[in-house]
């Protein structure tokens, strides 16, 4: 492969990461809130064996985040957690 072939694709990736994510893209506005996305809503994370965006399997996974605006997070409901709001880290969900 030839340097020109292999920049090229190295550009493709890098655009397609910081599209799929808002973080990566350099959005300060928002923040990882984790229990507050219901199932397949996800934005990633949500455990050991899923693949990321989308892999929730319940509403309000514990280690399933979601991207929200910054500062909201902890205001957000979340009925698994232990405070009954999002959380800023994966938390263990309360029966």
Same mark, same amino acid.
């Given at each position: 492969?030839?340097?020109?072939?292999?920049?090229?694709?190295? %550009?493709? @990736?890098?655009?397609?990461?910081? /599209? =799929?994510? +808002?973080?990566?893209?350099?959005?300060?506005?928002? #923040? $990882?809130? *984790?229990?507050? %996305?219901? @199932?397949?809503?996800?934005?990633? /994370? =949500?455990? +050991?064996?899923?693949?990321?965006?989308?892999?929730? #399997? $319940?509403? *309000?996974?514990?280690?399933?985040?979601?991207?929200?605006?910054?500062?909201?997070?902890?205001?957000?409901?979340?009925?698994?957690?232990?405070?009954?709001?999002?959380?800023?880290?994966?938390?263990?969900?309360?029966?």
């Amino acid at each position: 492969m030839n340097q020109k072939m292999t920049s090229a694709a190295l %550009a493709l @990736a890098l655009s397609a990461a910081l /599209a =799929a994510s +808002p973080a990566l893209a350099g959005d300060k506005d928002k #923040e $990882k809130c *984790y229990g507050v %996305a219901k @199932a397949g809503k996800n934005d990633c /994370a =949500a455990g +050991p064996g899923t693949s990321c965006a989308g892999s929730s #399997e $319940k509403d *309000y996974q514990g280690n399933a985040w979601k991207y929200v605006p910054k500062g909201t997070c902890t205001q957000m409901e979340s009925p698994t957690s232990p405070t009954g709001k999002g959380q800023l880290q994966p938390f263990e969900e309360k029966s």
